[in-house]
């Protein structure tokens, strides 16, 4: 996991919306959904609930917010 994708989840936490974190980053919103899958998968846990009108972070995912928010800060 590198510093670009902590910034991918970072955005996509904060506007909880792919293509919103997709345009603040300048990268397609594909680029943004495959990031957060490969480090859902490197982390053994999911990020985000998702469902067709609306995504959330889950437990860990908040977790995991708030330490790469730190670490980036």
Aim: hydrophobic share 40%; aromatic share 12%; net charge positive.
């Amino acid at each position: 996991m590198d510093f670009k994708c902590l910034n991918y989840f970072i955005r996509s936490a904060e506007t909880l919306n792919f293509t919103k974190a997709a345009k603040i980053c300048g990268v397609s919103q594909t680029a943004i959904s495959l990031a957060i899958v490969k480090m859902e998968e490197d982390l053994g846990f999911q990020l985000f609930e998702r469902n067709n009108r609306s995504m959330r972070l889950t437990p860990a995912g908040r977790d995991f917010y708030e330490w790469a928010h730190k670490t980036m800060h």
